[in-house]
């Protein structure tokens, strides 16, 4: 089994900044590939970004490409979502979740997720 618990969500402004992390616990976090996933009132959940047990090798969902960057800390059991220039399209419940072996952009593939934490993005 694999916790994970999501922070750092919150009330920002169109292009403001936030940071949301990911803390893990149970099996070896650095075995497992994390996403981050979001989802908006009345919409499907959407891939966002994704990275390897590595942190090689990243990727990101066309709409946050350049603005948003997933990063991990194995030493810290710690996935991280920085995310700039926010619009109101963003605003949604974000998830990390965590698979094994390789990432994906399928949701279906994750075995483990968070609570989620609120973004908000006002115009």
């Known amino acids: 089994q694999v916790q994970l618990v999501e922070s750092g969500g919150g009330l920002v402004q169109a292009g403001g900044s936030l940071r949301l992390s990911c803390a893990a616990s149970?099996?070896?976090?650095?075995?497992?590939?994390m996403g981050w996933f979001r989802q908006a009132p009345g919409k499907e959940r959407q891939f966002v970004a994704a990275?390897?047990?590595?942190?090689?090798?990243?990727y990101y969902a066309d709409s946050v490409k350049d603005r948003f960057t997933i990063s991990r800390d194995n030493a810290k059991n710690t996935v991280y979502l920085r995310m700039n220039s926010l619009k109101p399209e963003d605003t949604a419940v974000y998830y990390c979740?965590?698979?094994?072996?390789?990432?994906?952009?399928?949701?279906?593939?994750?075995?483990?997720w968070g609570q989620g934490t609120q973004v908000t993005v006002s115009s």
């Open positions: 990275i390897n047990w590595g942190a090689i090798s990243t």
């Open positions: 979740a965590a698979k094994w072996g390789s990432y994906t952009h399928s949701s279906s593939d994750y075995n483990y």
């Open positions: 149970g099996r070896t976090f650095s075995n497992y590939a």
